[in-house]
């Protein structure tokens, strides 16, 4: 905290007395730079006026030292000139002198939260580049994809991905083979959608010389060409009735026979299959073979739409921003950029969410940061929400639900999830409290894993 009036410290001090923290004072510029040269604080609360100099010049100073610490502005002579500045150098928020208690506790667990979701989304990146082999997120969805990964990798059947376009299935299929014993193998994946349906069979079972016009030389097949490897067949759905045949006999008896020859060759593999239409309706209407489908479903792994999993959209924002290589452009997102792009509905799903955010990067060429207005130009797309709800009754439950999660998702954090403790700091009985964190669907259990 960098405030060189004695009164508004003791008032700060008195109001944060409820968080717990541990308040570092200051009262100029040049002792506030001396005391970040030795430490990293969670949060930095500066005046916007001090004895040696202006607060925002502070802000820019630490700017430079980090890109994350969530930094709060107080003043009482507030400047509408200073929106823009504050938008660049990622300002969580300005608290106009006087305020209450309830609005400072308010901004610092705001400012907390932001600094807890960043850790998260950069360690979901981290652990994801390391081990997880490109499945970026934090949700319980993105953890149950990984973990039956793991699972179904120890075992030889075949798999199906269903589930809507751009919701990362290929990333899915490379992950199977990666964790599983042919991963030493490269994977070898083939769109089906995109062979023409006169080319199927010579694309994937392999031809000999002659064996039809345009057959000018002998030819394995794609099929052949994944032995001791994993075949991923991307929408297998499009492929015709009479291949889908063929295909069936090769994972009956582990033999191809190249078009126009007699003999089989042995082929040792592994199928993934993907598709985004539903087999089961396409079995049904005789689109399918049921035979070849009931021979694929050796495990089933379902993907979901963004929408289904909007916490993981800043994790990914992140992976996209640090992967996107290209020069001068920004290494981070404002927070209100990201929870901008967290609310929009994404029908593309991840595919749709990458390539903005390639757009968003070329776009702030040049800047540190992608900013709300960049992203507002780049991806003017409507809200979940309707706009007729924002009356002032749900904008007043909203502000109310926000804070009450930030209020007790730091509490379980430093509690470790004890309840009972955190029932003691904020005198709320064990049982109301238990119904308070269903009803925000924070669980205490996940505290504890996690620590």
């Known amino acids: 905290m960098v405030e060189d009036d004695s009164l508004m ?20 510029c040049r002792e506030a730079r001396e005391r970040l040269r030795r430490s990293s604080p969670d949060l930095v609360l500066t005046d916007l ?4 100099g202006s607060g925002m010049e502070l802000v820019k100073y630490l700017r430079n030292c980090s890109s ?32 209450s208690p309830e609005q400072i506790r308010y901004s610092v667990l705001q400012g907390l939260e932001k600094r807890h979701n960043n850790h998260i989304s950069k ?55 990666a964790s ?51 075949l991923f067949l991307d929408e297998v759905g499009e492929l015709s009735l009479a291949t889908q045949a063929k295909l069936l006999r090769v994972l009956d008896s582990g033999e191809v026979t190249r078009i126009g020859a007699v003999q089989p060759s042995r082929v040792d593999i592994r199928v993934v299959a993907a598709t985004n239409r539903s087999l089961d309706d396409m079995v049904a209407n005789g689109d399918f073979r049921h035979d070849l489908y009931f021979r694929l479903k050796g495990e089933v792994i379902q993907t979901k739409s963004l929408a289904d999993h909007r916490e993981d959209t800043p994790a990914l924002v992140h992976h996209f921003i640090a992967t996107h290589t290209c020069p ?33 990067c070329h776009a702030a060429e040049g800047l540190k940061r992608i900013t709300l207005p960049i992203v507002e130009k780049v991806s003017p797309r409507q809200k979940e929400l309707p706009a007729a709800r924002w009356d002032y009754r749900f904008a007043r439950d909203t502000a109310i639900m926000e804070f009450e999660y930030g209020y007790f998702e730091k509490l ?40």
């Open 9 to 28: 410290e003791a008032f700060i001090v008195d109001s944060l007395r409820v968080l717990d923290c541990d308040i570092i004072r200051c009262s100029t």
């Open 49 to 52: 006026r001090l004895p040696d």
């Open 68 to 99: 994350t610490v969530p930094i709060i502005v107080m003043t009482a002579y507030p400047d509408p000139s200073l929106v823009h500045p504050a938008d660049e150098l990622d300002i969580s928020s300005f608290l106009i002198k006087p305020f």
């Open 123 to 177: 360690a979901a990146v981290t652990s994801s580049n390391n081990n997880s082999h490109g499945l970026i997120g934090v949700s319980r969805y993105i953890h149950d994809v990984r973990q039956k990964i793991l699972r179904v990798a120890r075992n030889e059947l075949p798999v199906i991905i269903q589930g809507p376009s751009g919701t990362g299935k290929e990333i899915i299929a490379q992950a199977l083979h």
């Open 180 to 230: 599983c014993e042919r991963g030493e193998h490269t994977l070898i994946a083939v769109n089906c959608a995109t062979i023409p349906p006169h080319l199927e069979e010579a694309e994937l079972f392999g031809c000999t010389k002659g064996s039809f016009t345009g057959a000018v030389h002998d030819r394995d097949g794609i099929i052949a060409s994944a032995h001791q490897s994993t």
């Open 328 to 360: 001068n452009t920004p290494d981070s997102i404002t927070t209100d950029a990201l929870r901008y792009l967290s609310t929009c509905s994404w029908p593309g799903n991840i595919r749709e969410l990458k390539h903005t955010v390639i757009k968003l």
């Open 412 to 451: 379980l954090a430093q509690y470790r999830g004890n309840l009972s403790q955190v029932s003691d700091v904020c005198g709320i009985e064990r049982r109301n409290l238990s119904k308070k964190l269903k009803a925000l669907n924070l669980s205490p259990e996940e505290f504890r894993a996690v620590l």
